[in-house]
């Protein structure tokens, strides 16, 4: 019998052998090959509701500082230094937009002002309550992600 990957995680959930986030990969572990990163950072589907939120939220993802979208213009004030991200899903796939949100530095360039989300080398000038920790749960990158993959034209 060949077992599929959820079908073991959810065994291994169900006898209690794992907890609830062994399943993650970890901020240094992520493999990001051609610009891209394949697979679910959780294994769990992203809420693109939650990720709008997280898009939003200044102490999290505060996406709209930089980047305009026209789903979230009611918000608040947005930035313009980003390209706007309206129809971002038909430039860049699930897996090429998951690869931008941990660490757009390996995706553009060691110079972009995009902060690395999902990874320990955040970027320039780091808030001090941040050394050591990514900016947003791997969780959080997976919603943000399902929130960019609604954004097409
Ligand atoms: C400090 C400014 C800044 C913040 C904050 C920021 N970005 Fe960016 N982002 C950029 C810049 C600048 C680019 C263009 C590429 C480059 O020059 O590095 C970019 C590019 C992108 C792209 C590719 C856009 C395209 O049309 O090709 C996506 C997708 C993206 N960002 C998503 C996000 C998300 C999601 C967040 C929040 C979790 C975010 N960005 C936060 C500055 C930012």
Same mark, same amino acid.
């Given at each position: 019998?060949?077992? =599929?990957?959820?079908?073991?995680?959810?065994?291994?959930?169900?006898?209690?052998?794992?907890?609830?986030?062994?399943?993650?990969?970890?901020?240094?572990?992520?493999?990001?090959?051609?610009?891209?990163?394949?697979?679910?950072?959780?294994?769990?589907?992203?809420?693109?509701?939650?990720?709008?939120?997280?898009?939003?939220?200044?102490?999290?993802?505060?996406?709209?500082?930089?980047?305009?979208?026209?789903?979230?213009?009611?918000?608040?004030?947005?930035?313009?230094?980003?390209?706007?991200?309206?129809?971002?899903?038909?430039?860049?796939?699930?897996?090429?937009?998951?690869?931008?949100?941990?660490?757009?530095?390996?995706?553009?360039?060691?110079?972009?002002?995009?902060?690395?989300?999902?990874?320990?080398?955040?970027?320039?000038?780091?808030?001090?309550?941040?050394?050591?920790? =990514?900016?947003? =749960?791997?969780?959080?990158?997976?919603?943000?992600?399902?929130?960019? =993959?609604?954004?097409?034209?």
């Amino acid at each position: 019998m060949r077992l =599929t990957v959820p079908a073991i995680a959810a065994a291994f959930v169900m006898t209690g052998w794992v907890g609830a986030h062994a399943a993650e990969v970890a901020p240094g572990d992520v493999q990001i090959e051609d610009m891209a990163v394949e697979a679910s950072l959780t294994g769990t589907p992203g809420n693109p509701e939650e990720g709008a939120k997280t898009f939003a939220n200044r102490s999290l993802g505060n996406c709209l500082a930089c980047h305009a979208v026209e789903a979230l213009a009611k918000e608040q004030f947005h930035g313009n230094v980003a390209p706007p991200l309206d129809g971002v899903a038909d430039r860049w796939s699930q897996a090429e937009l998951r690869a931008i949100v941990v660490d757009a530095k390996k995706v553009f360039s060691d110079e972009s002002m995009m902060p690395g989300f999902y990874s320990l080398d955040v970027g320039k000038n780091v808030r001090e309550d941040l050394v050591g920790k =990514t900016i947003l =749960t791997a969780q959080q990158v997976e919603d943000v992600v399902a929130f960019l =993959t609604t954004l097409k034209e």
